[in-house]
């Protein structure tokens, strides 16, 4: 932030006019945390809190006649992100908020207690804008932009002296001319529903009102009338990102996806949980296991009983009497609606369609379980894999329902998966969405991880430079057979890299050594190198020179975590285990995003595999920025390593096989790396076309390529958190182009 000097030598700040909303979490502890999905209960049944957020402005500039006209084109770039945050009082209180981040606001819920935080508001040499029950600077009652905006100025007036003066001249101007958006009119109206929400919360961003015809009462139907107002919602979300376009500034500031997959989940244990144990009496128990089995079986957007038993287990419905549903429902349906709110405050801060999925996506665990347990197996054999996989593969494709498939054929901006299901195989064109397309994964279990990780982000801008030094982990002891793989990779790759990138090795025996190396280590890019493992019913683990570590049990040590965290070790986050993965982990202590691992890779091409990825960073990224004018994700930079993986390992598949000699492999090679580098939609497609033309049968080519996929650490490798988010630009003269085109 910058500083100027007054008159009296005080030091005077600049004004950022970002908006943050607080909400206090006041039981954020793990154990208090619900038993099916795991989210704070105090956040969850303040849900209509987060649910104002996403009708606010993201900064003060939003709503003043110029901001109304770049509105959209600003949050669909991320450059004006909707920032609320959970906090809990604890955290609250140890901060003091600067002058130059003036624009606070908090949001009590009638639980909370404004006494609790007096102290910390008077702290603060600026009053704070603090929105509650009573006591508050605005009322619920009197909320409104006008009350916001009046709020706001009264903290312009208490700065003065405090920052520069130019600075609260603009924010004046800014906040005097504020005025509500032009309301638009969609030409239709939907049923309310949480499966149709956040698209509705998008289109508010984009100016449409009175959206909602009434509840939604199309029930008993199947999931065909969500599925229809599920597809109007979500074209009319795309029409409108269409509307906006690509626009200058998307050179630097990329557009995030256009698609968010959501399908919320529960914790697979509540459904083999005994509670015999428990103080239920028997006909309790009877109704809780029948309304437990409802929540395993569901298949669609709600819950239908098909027998007068089912009925009165889940509803408590009796002749003549009102329904009371089970507490265990209830408790999901705030948890649902929880979920979708904090979602939609994702959608509503770009603009993106979220595509509510049926809750059969969450009943393929059993065939993916099958898929992990061949791939576990030390007797097994290729064609075995490969037919398990397909099995897995077709159980998620078929969850989907068709009339979803053509937005995710058409994302050529990437897709978010917020989902614990597998669906980076959903079969797409003949092949996994993981090698199709850009993803990446939010998890939605444990709750309070995915309320972090789908809360809108601010942008992480690096440069080639910033990868001077890269931060490898190594926990191999010297006499494992895998040790060497890492340093033969490196040194092939060296040469191509190493006036760009110096990789900096720490070898790790403990806890105490890898925080050190953490704190130590002021890079963007860290690379484990190790051992990976998740026993069941247990937290995924990493193998230390010396002992074992739980990631999860360093949230209390806060150490420095970079924001890019590679794991080259086995089931980081393993497709037959809980939600403590290794993964989550380092999500969970601040990385911005992680790529794990679902399955056991192999150690050779693990390495080679990170080796490509520096020489990638070194040379790729400069060169990309120079073909299309634009710079890169890190959600698009992975992504590319994923396809080469699968594209290398087909080669040397079919080569193997004496389908291709080597010079039909060098060929195929390069031209299949500059089909999936120069952004053509289909890559694989052209690979088999060429191979075509090579003598190759095209059935023949298809069969092979599929086969070498289900065998490929491709589809193991899984990206997760938000690397659309972390955006690579190139070094030469960056700032000044970026500042040119913003300006």
């Known amino acids: 932030m910058s500083k100027d000097a007054s008159n009296t030598g005080q030091e005077l700040y600049s004004l950022s006019g970002q908006i943050a909303y607080i909400i206090p979490v006041e039981d954020g502890d793990p154990n208090q945390a619900t038993i099916l999905q795991g989210f704070a209960p105090s956040l969850m049944h303040n849900s209509g809190l987060v649910r104002l957020v996403n009708k606010l402005p993201s900064d003060i500039f939003e709503l003043t006649p110029e901001g109304h006209q770049m509105r959209l084109a600003r949050r669909m770039s991320g450059q004006a992100p909707l ?12 901060m003091v908020t600067p002058p130059f981040l003036p624009f606070l ?7 909370h207690k404004i006494s609790i935080y007096r102290d910390w508001l008077n702290a603060h040499t600026f009053p704070l804008t603090v929105v ?29 002296g405090k920052v520069r003066p130019d600075a609260l001249i603009q924010a004046r101007e800014h906040l005097n001319s504020w005025r509500e958006p032009d309301e638009r009119d969609l030409g239709y109206k939907v049923g309310g529903h949480n499966a149709v929400t956040p698209n509705l919360h998008a289109l508010y961003t984009a100016g449409y009102r009175d959206t909602v015809s009434g509840r939604f009462e199309t029930l008993n139907q199947g999931i065909a009338p969500y599925v229809e107002m599920i597809v109007q919602t979500t074209r009319s979300v795309l029409e409108e990102r269409d509307r906006i376009g690509e626009r200058a500034a998307n050179q630097f500031f990329r557009r995030p996806p256009s698609i968010n997959l959501f399908a919320p989940a529960i914790y697979p244990h509540v459904h083999t949980t005994g509670i015999g144990d428990s103080p239920l009496s028997s006909e309790e128990k009877k109704r809780f296991l029948a309304v437990r089995r409802a929540l395993q079986r569901q298949d669609g957007y709600g819950f239908d009983a098909k027998t007068e038993t089912q009925a009165r287990a889940l509803f408590g419905a009796e002749p003549r009497l009102e329904p009371k549903p089970h507490p265990l429902l209830m408790e999901r349906a705030a948890e649902l609606t929880f979920a979708t709110d904090c979602v939609s405050t994702l959608a509503a801060s770009e603009v993106s369609a979220t595509i509510r999925l049926p809750n059969s996506v969450n009943r393929t665990s059993g065939q993916v379980r099958q898929f992990a347990q061949h791939y576990h197996a030390k007797r097994t054999t290729l064609r075995k894999r490969r037919d398990s996989f397909r099995k897995a593969q077709n159980a998620i494709t078929e969850s989907i329902p068709q009339e979803f498939f053509e937005f995710v054929e058409e994302a050529a901006e990437g897709i978010r998966l917020i989902t614990d299901a597998h669906l980076e195989w959903m079969n797409v064109r003949g092949l996994p969405l993981c090698v199709q397309k850009d993803i990446t994964r939010i998890p939605v279990t444990p709750g309070n991880l995915f309320v972090d990780q789908v809360s809108p982000k601010k942008y992480w801008h690096l440069t080639t430079s910033d990868f001077e030094e890269v931060l490898i982990l190594s926990a191999l002891r010297d006499d494992d057979p895998i040790s060497p793989f890492f340093q033969i990779a490196l040194d092939e790759f060296e040469p191509h890299f190493k006036d760009r990138v110096r990789v900096r090795t720490e070898r790790v025996r403990n806890e105490g050594d890898l925080v050190s190396a953490l704190n130590s280590y002021k890079g963007p890019l860290l690379i484990f190198d190790g051992h990976g493992g998740h026993e069941p019913n247990g937290p995924g683990k990493l193998q230390l020179l010396e002992e074992e570590i739980d990631i999860w049990q360093l949230q209390n040590k806060r150490p420095r975590v970079p924001p890019i965290v590679v794991l080259s070790a086995c089931d980081t986050h393993a497709a037959d285990r809980n939600h403590a993965s290794t993964a989550n982990g380092f999500l969970s202590i601040g990385a911005r995003t992680v790529l794990g691992s679902v399955f056991p890779i192999d150690a050779r091409d693990a390495s080679s595999f990170v080796a490509r990825l520096l020489y990638r960073v070194a040379e790729f990224v400069p060169a990309a920025h120079g073909m299309f004018n634009r710079s890169q994700t890190w959600m698009e930079v992975m992504g590319g390593m994923i396809r080469m993986q699968l594209l290398t390992d087909f080669c040397r598949s079919i080569e193997q096989k004496g389908l291709i000699d080597h010079e039909t492999y060098k060929a195929v090679h390069v031209l299949g790396n500059m089909a ?9 497609e052209a690979v088999i076309s060429e191979l075509v033309k090579h003598g190759i049968d095209e059935r023949r080519a298809w069969f092979e390529l599929r086969s070498a996929m289900s065998n490929s650490t491709a589809i193991s490798y899984i990206q997760m958190g938000r690397p659309e988010t972390i955006i690579v630009h190139p070094d030469d003269g960056f700032k000044k182009e970026m500042a040119a085109v913003i300006d």
């Open 83 to 94: 920032l609320w945050f959970g906090q809990s009082p604890r955290a609250l209180k140890s």
């Open 105 to 111: 606001v908090l949001l009590l819920g009638r639980d």
């Open 132 to 160: 509650a029950e009573n006591g508050g600077t605005i009322s619920y009652e009197e909320f409104c932009i006008e009350t916001l905006r009046e709020a706001f100025l009264g903290v312009c007036e208490a700065l003065e």
């Open 676 to 684: 999936i580098n120069s952004d053509e939609d289909w890559p694989f």
